[in-house]
């Protein structure tokens, strides 16, 4: 700062106003030069003067009134109040405890797994950019939830550089649980760029930090049972080819593995990522197809169940949110640390990649038929050719891998995670009327 300011200022070296190095012009007009002259040296004293004054009172004055940070307002990001939440949210309970990251934080999987780092004693920290894709009020009901169990949620986007750093200027996050992004299949038909916005350019910008971090963290992230495309052998194994994507959504995912290994290659970043599986539960997304399927049978309202071109009902591997949140923590418990130190790579790191699913594929029609039940109301089924718009017929997860490496095991069958569902959706929205209460607990 200092040296910028000297960079603007007058010149204070008396000897660059030397006369024989005046512009020859001036030598033709003596007086005027002499007068030029004297009153250059009187301008070079005066900034000299200026300038030790400053230097005295500004650059010598404690730091307290001189730190660019304190001008900040108190609670605003860089503000003190703001820095104090953030130190609070992020300190562990013991040494052996990590302090994490979480991007998405007010996200469905994002408050989840916050949650259950923060109750083992981590320290945790959420990042959020509360964008408008699905009802906003949801994710400050999750906020809320975070905030009564001691998580500071920042509101920002990864693409903000500056904002990043300055999280990693105050904290020293030993991982980054990296879950913002822009999710949904479909809605890549609508919102092309949206998901080069989160899902690649915000990536990439939240690698580079990670990458400049002095330790540089370990990272785990989501990405998606999709990059397996049009694929047709299951189940799906992560030693398949990844390389048909059926929507943008699952290309940007696909690009999302491609550029960790180029972090991990060049900057000894340690990445883990995980392909979720059709993930579903209390405070779950309303953009998807059980969420929606509940609202609108208690509505009364038609809902569409896509079905292939043979008239088979298309089938997921759904996976309840709490066996998620396991493969999560596995996942991060069993990260190696990145190899980097000031950018550059000093050894080999860890890349891995999983698959977390349920291994038991269900049709949509047995999905609705189990929400049927559970609702008490009969559904109105409209059977529909699935739409060419990104959807794949079916999904199926092998989770061996993640079974050895991260102990990873799915408990909880579609009926009963179903049931906890609409057990919160129903406290959450009522039976009939929308509320807007977030009482219900985790
Ligand atoms: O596994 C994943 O990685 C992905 O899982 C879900 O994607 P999807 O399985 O397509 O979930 P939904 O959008 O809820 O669709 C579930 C099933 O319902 C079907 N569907 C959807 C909408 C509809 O009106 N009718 C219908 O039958 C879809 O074709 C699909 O088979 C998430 O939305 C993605 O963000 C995630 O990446």
Redesign the pocket.
């Known amino acids: 700062m200092a040296s910028s300011l000297l960079d603007n200022s007058p010149p204070s070296t008396p000897g660059k106003f030397k006369p024989d190095k005046a512009p020859p012009y001036l030598h033709h007009h003596h007086h005027r030069s002499l007068r030029l002259q004297s009153n250059i040296s009187k301008l070079t004293f005066y900034s000299f003067l200026f300038l030790v004054l400053f230097f005295f009172f500004f650059l010598l004055s404690p730091p307290s009134s001189s730190s660019p940070r304190r001008q900040l307002s108190a609670d605003l990001p860089g503000g003190r109040l703001w820095e104090k939440k953030v130190l609070k949210s992020t300190r562990p309970e013991s040494a052996v405890c990590f302090t994490v990251l979480v991007t998405g934080a007010a996200g469905f999987v994002g408050t989840h797994v916050s949650i259950a780092l923060k109750r083992r004693g981590d320290g945790v920290l959420g990042l959020d950019n509360f964008n408008h894709y699905y009802d906003v009020n949801l994710k400050h009901a999750r906020r809320n939830v975070l905030d009564r169990a001691g998580i500071f949620v920042v509101e920002g986007d990864i693409n903000d550089a500056d904002l990043l750093r300055r999280l990693f200027d105050v904290v020293y996050f030993t991982h980054v649980m990296h879950l913002a992004a822009q999710?949904?299949?479909?809605y890549a038909m609508q919102n092309p760029k949206s998901y080069v916005h989160s899902n690649i350019a915000g990536f990439v910008n939240l690698l580079e930090v990670c990458k400049s971090a002095n330790p540089q963290p370990a990272i785990v992230w989501a990405s998606?049972?999709?990059v397996y495309g049009l694929n047709s052998k299951v189940p799906f194994s992560e030693k398949d080819r990844t390389d048909r994507p059926a929507s943008l959504?699952a290309a940007t995912?696909k690009a999302g593995e491609e550029i960790a290994h180029t972090y991990n290659h060049i900057h000894g970043l340690s990445i883990t990522g995980l392909?979720?599986?059709?993930?579903y539960g209390p405070w779950g997304?309303p953009?998807?197809?059980?969420f929606f399927f509940t609202k609108d049978i208690l509505k009364g309202k038609e809902?569409?169940?896509?079905e292939t071109a043979d008239g088979r009902s298309?089938?997921?591997d759904f996976t309840y949110i709490d066996d998620i949140v396991k493969g999560c923590l596995g996942a991060l418990d069993t990260a190696k640390k990145s190899t980097g130190s000031g950018g550059k790579k000093k050894g080999p790191a860890q890349l891995r990649i999983y698959n977390l699913g349920n291994t038991s594929p269900v049709p949509?029609t047995k999905m609705v038929s189990i929400l049927e039940k559970l609702l008490k109301v009969k559904a109105k089924k409209k059977a529909q050719p699935?739409p060419r718009n990104g959807?794949v017929e079916f999904?199926h997860a092998n989770i061996s891998l993640a079974q050895r490496e991260l102990g990873y095991k799915p408990a909880t069958g579609l009926e009963s995670g179903l049931k906890k569902f609409v057990r919160w959706y129903v406290s959450y929205y009522g039976t009939t009327k929308k509320k807007n209460g977030s009482s219900s607990a985790l």
């Open positions: 999710a949904g299949v479909r998606s049972s999709s959504y995912k392909r979720f599986f059709t993930v997304r953009d998807m197809a059980y809902i569409s169940v896509f298309v089938a997921r949509m699935l959807d999904t």
